[in-house]
């Protein structure tokens, strides 16, 4: 089964808003809940449709993230917590975009960190660290879902440009098989970069400060 990544970005703050916070929101910030809500019901019926139990709706897992618990004992909790998180992130980021399709990213992308740090690319700089690396430290534990996906990663915007200029410095010694993908990774971080770059320093009320990855 193949798996998609994709990426948008946001100010870590606004998520973490939700997390815990009963309902106590802004006016603007309970519209995008509001949303929230009927995206979730709308991927549930979805799963519904398909057969897929998880044993907690995604509407429940988001109003226990609102709630600031994840205390579910159900066996696939992990997999509702992550998609009801990932819709407060989407609710909050810029639109997202494609990294790409993979049949097994997670191998994939372990044997680029292995080569990458047989060149000496720093290890919080590797692709697979930060894909799979789940949440900024400052927000509270979600259970990871049970089959690994879906999943969130996440990169500070500062380091873009660092990891871009890290792998472009190797990709001539890496493995030809790795270099495309790597390449890709290339300019799409240089892209995110930019954007980042040219916002703080010219938009007022621009506070994006983090990219985050969505592993389906």
């Not at 997670?106 to 690319?121: A, H, I, P, Q, Y």
Request: aromatic letters at 12%.
């Amino acid at each position: 089964m193949s798996h998609n990544i994709a990426y948008s970005t946001a100010d870590k703050a606004d998520v973490l808003a939700y997390l815990g916070s009963n309902g106590n929101l802004s006016g603007d910030q309970r519209r995008r809940l509001d949303g929230m809500r009927k995206d979730a019901r709308a991927l549930q019926d979805d799963l519904d449709r398909q057969g897929v139990d998880w044993g907690l709706s995604i509407p429940d897992a988001l109003d226990h993230l609102i709630a600031g618990r994840t205390d579910s004992d159900a066996e696939c909790a992990g997999n509702a917590y992550n998609s009801a998180l990932q819709h407060i992130i989407d609710h909050n980021a810029s639109d997202p975009s494609q990294l790409g399709t993979y049949s097994k990213p997670s191998t994939f992308f372990g044997l680029v960190d292995d080569e990458m740090r047989r060149l000496g690319v720093p290890a919080d700089l590797l692709p697979h660290g930060y894909f799979y690396g789940g949440l900024p430290d400052d927000f509270p534990y979600v259970p990871y879902s049970i089959d690994g996906y879906p999943a969130i990663g996440h990169l500070p915007l500062a380091k873009t440009k660092p990891a871009a200029d890290a792998y472009r410095a190797v990709l001539d010694r890496m493995d030809p098989d790795f270099r495309y993908d790597v390449q890709e990774l290339i300019d799409k971080l240089d892209f995110e970069h930019n954007e980042w770059e040219y916002a703080t320093k010219n938009v007022d009320w621009y506070t994006q400060d983090t990219l985050f990855f969505k592993l389906t």
